[in-house]
């Protein structure tokens, strides 16, 4: 071991950093294959609105100031969009950022940090850096929600060292989601102490009424009910600005309080700002987007159905498919044929491969070549 692997603190020595999707760039590179079609990070296929691109041109000649410490205007307009008080916003470069915050102001080594089995990532790296104890609780094995969380399990996992509660809703990577009265008596259900997270990401599709009959909750109602409540949005996802890296959280202000002062202060770039602030003055554009994306749902889940595939059912902009168990060489096969999905044991799910929604070109490039690979 080298001094310096000596010298870092435990929750480190442990860490194994994220694993992204793999780049395009990457792929043309080692298989050489052109036309790359990337369906593994839930990006949004459409991009940003022109509204936006163009708010950015306007931006570029002040790339020489440092940007809005306190971002005034963004935190204006989402207090506005949400009805909360400026003061309970904190802004991230991304969502990642307050999921981070909470974890740095609140959990010491050996304290607990308490998710579901198949939750998103960033969850137990979060806790390993700070030297926690992350204590995950098994996913529902049976319909009409497996795969999803088990809150009476996750009930009954709290102690006296638990200080977080990580919960997305709908998950990634399963896209299986939480309805509002189960997951409000949940929260209730929670003492105070302990902080739970609501990570929000993939609200916008959730929320769309076109994905079904979904009983499927906007948590940041219930923050005047919750003090210890927090509940994180991005722009990464439907809104397309994952190259800028914007999100935030929403919380009691005290809390609010506490994570401002762990927040870099120019954390939130000038450029990224701007985005964010013009993105939620085109609302339209993004609306497309998720319309676009219930029906790329239903053609991609019917399609796999219709050649005998298991899916998870799913209110996110992704899903995933059981391919069965040589699901790490179908990942390798479909990156020969220059699609790129998201293999997922890593989350406990070695039969399943996750998909991002893409263009309707896109996903069908992609159903075309797993019919090949699978012959
Ligand atoms: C993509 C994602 C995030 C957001 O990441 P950003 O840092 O905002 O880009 C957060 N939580 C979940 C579950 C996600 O899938």
Known sequence: MNQFEAQATPGVKGLHPYQPGKPVDELQREYGVSDVVKLASNENPLGPSPVVLAALQNKLAELARYPDGNGFELKQALAAKHGVDMAQITLGTGSSDPLEFVVRAFVQPGDEVLFSEHAFAMYPIIAQAASATAVITPANTLPP??????????RAAVTDRTRVIFIAN???????????????????????RVMVVVDEAYFEFASDPALGAVDYP???????????????????KAYGLAGLRVGYSLS??????????IRPPFNVNSLALVAACASLNDVGHMRSGVAMNVEQMAYVTTTVKNQGLDFIPSVGNFVCIDVGERAAAVYDALLYEGV????????????????????PEENARFLTALEKVLA
């Open 340 to 359: 790129i999905v998201r293999p997922v044991a890593n989350y406990g799910m070695p039969r399943h491969l996750r998909v991002t929604l893409g263009l």
């Open 170 to 192: 709908p998950n990634n990577p399963t896209g299986t989601w939480l309805g509002g009265e189960v997951l409000r008596a949940f929260i209730a259900d929670i003492p105070e």
């Open 252 to 261: 009691h202000p005290d809390v609010a309080n506490l994570l401002n002062r």
């Open 145 to 154: 929600d497996k795969w999803g969380h088990d809150l009476d399990a996750m």
């Open 218 to 236: 906007d948590a940041t109602q219930w923050l005047d009910c919750f003090p210890n409540l927090m509940v994180t949005r991005t722009f990464s």
